[in-house]
């Protein structure tokens, strides 16, 4: 069994993401493993009065990076744009940022 805070690693913040927010669409980094239902029942656990109308996933592939001679890519990791009802509550996180 999943705990919501084992879904929900963190939030991802950019600008676009930062914009988008303020339709009620939030962006957070999330295990490969989850699923969209895991993400959407740990975005309404975790935040209360929030109602999730859909998720969408993306897995994003890791970076070619070169440190001198020596070249690698950094962690693959997925992400999660979860878009919010008209009628839920925001989540607070966010409010600060816009």
């Known amino acids: 069994m999943k705990f919501a805070q084992d879904i929900i690693i963190a939030p991802v913040i950019t600008e676009r993401s930062m914009t ?3 339709d009620k669409k939030y962006t957070f980094k999330v295990p ?3 699923n969209k ?3 959407k029942k740990a975005i309404e656990e975790l935040f209360d009065g929030t109602e999730v109308a859909k998720v969408n996933t993306v897995s994003v ?11 690698g890519y950094t962690e693959a ?7 919010l009802t008209a009628d839920s509550k925001p989540i ?3 409010d600060g940022m816009l």
């Open 37 to 39: 239902i895991e993400i």
């Open 20 to 22: 988008v927010a303020r």
């Open 61 to 71: 592939r890791g970076q070619l990076r070169r440190y001198g001679r020596y070249e």
């Open 77 to 83: 990791w997925k992400k999660a744009i979860v878009t």
């Open 92 to 94: 607070e996180f966010f």
């Open 32 to 34: 490969k493993s989850a």
